[in-house]
């Protein structure tokens, strides 16, 4: 993909959908009470986004093992538009049994009664690392589990950085220490630091700042405090001296271009760069490391994710629940991972993912100290809004971009 913004934005520009015939084995019937389920086989959809055709060939491949195992069947169909057909499957009291939900599109769907909450009952739910788990809570329940995730780090050209004079020991771990190296980067071919216009990318500064649109359990909007302000000038200040840019000022679609066109000689991107850079830049060389703390010292990176949700009107939850089960277990997300990109949400499978891929480990341990996309229902135009503002934050107030997003967002909530 070459504009993975929204990739969690991982898992999805192009969508698909899998319709399963399964019969039981959770033990569970479907209405969910927890009696036994009665044999023979229930017809269940599942609705996944993908990022293209070796997503679809993977799920498509666990699907069937899953059906061969337990005697069910699987057929996976392509699907265009995922917000769209959910929307209309949950008007039409149609849904599909199981499919995707991007952790930004999870609370308006918690909040309209349209996902079944299995996640507190979910076997072995606390192996997810509880940022993510924190994604999918609302109104105090889990209603699903993660099914995978990305984080951001920070890329580095490692030509550019011996040509500038610098070494390992020169890795920004400090705001202070990241601007001082995107100056000397900065040529005139050449800019020190791609960054992506919108909350996505800019975020992250504000989490390292102490500082989030939200508290930890999204009851109260903090988008207007002072930590927030102090991230949005130290960007400001960033992009005021020239050594960081925006991509669309680098004549690219996202940072990741940019880097990789030599554009920038560093960027701020998740573990799905890996993927672009392999087949259209794999002349670059580059290493990728955590992003720097703030002012304070405090870690921050943004989580991308997304988690296996269960329709509330399913007539077959049980045969969902089951295939949810299988689609998670640590074989299969390392699977998933080594053929898509993402990395698994279970924590007991970090070693052998940083096993199989020593480059991602700034990702991956990135997950200890990780924001989740902003929880609240119907927000969707409120943080459409603020990306707005951060795109004209080179000429912008930072003041007023935070205090606009304070009242919108505090609308929305109801406050």
Not at 19 to 47: E, H, M, N, R, Y
Not at 129 to 136: G, H, K, N, S, T
Not at 138 to 153: E, Q, R
Request: charged content about 20%.
């Amino acid at each position: 993909m070459r504009n993975p913004r929204t990739r969690w934005a991982v898992g999805g520009a192009a969508l698909l959908s899998l319709s399963l015939s399964a019969c039981g084995g959770s033990g569970f019937d479907d209405s969910g009470t927890g009696s036994q389920q009665s044999a023979g086989p229930a017809s269940i959809k599942v609705l996944i986004a993908a990022s293209g055709d070796t997503e679809l060939n993977a799920v498509t491949d666990a699907a069937k093992a899953w059906g061969t195992k337990s005697g069910n069947t699987a057929t996976v169909t392509q699907a265009q538009n995922i917000d769209q057909q959910l929307g209309q499957g949950f008007a039409s009291n149609n849904p599909p049994d199981v499919f995707y939900v991007d952790a930004g599109r999870f609370a308006t769907y918690a909040s309209a009664g349209s996902l079944e909450p299995y996640g507190d009952s979910f076997a072995g739910k606390d192996d997810f690392y509880p940022a993510l788990r924190q994604a999918f809570t609302y109104d105090g329940k889990l209603y699903c589990v993660p099914k995978d995730f990305s984080t951001l780090g920070l890329q580095i050209n490692t030509t550019a950085w011996a040509k500038a004079g610098l070494t390992a020991a020169d890795y920004p771990t400090t705001w202070q220490q990241l601007a001082s190296v995107a100056k000397k980067l900065t040529t005139g071919k050449q800019v020190g630091l791609a960054l992506g216009d919108t909350r996505d990318r800019i975020g992250a500064f504000m989490v390292q700042a102490g500082g989030w649109v939200t508290n930890k359990d999204a009851t109260k909007v903090t988008a207007d405090s002072p930590e927030n302000l102090k991230a949005l000038n130290f960007v400001k200040s960033l992009l005021a001296d020239g050594s960081t840019k925006y991509p669309k000022q680098l004549d690219s679609g996202w940072s990741g271009e940019a880097f990789g066109k030599q554009k920038a000689a560093m960027a701020i991107e998740g573990n799905w760069i890996a993927g672009a850079m392999k087949s259209d830049y794999p002349n670059v060389k580059y290493t990728t490391v955590p992003l720097p703390a703030g002012p304070t010292g405090k870690k921050g990176t943004l989580a991308f994710t997304q988690c296996w949700g269960i329709a509330a009107k399913s007539k077959h939850k049980a045969a969902a629940l089951d295939f949810v089960k299988a689609m998670t277990v640590k074989d299969n997300q390392l699977t998933f991972a080594k053929a898509i990109g993402v990395m698994p949400s279970r924590q007991s499978a970090q070693a052998d993912y940083v096993a199989q891929f020593p480059q991602d480990k700034a990702f991956i341990d990135g997950a200890a100290y990780a924001q989740a996309p902003v929880n609240i229902a119907k927000i969707d135009q409120v943080l459409a809004d603020f990306d707005t503002g951060l795109q004209s934050l080179p000429d912008g107030d930072p003041k007023q971009i935070l205090a606009r997003l304070q009242k919108n967002a505090q609308a929305v909530v109801g406050q």
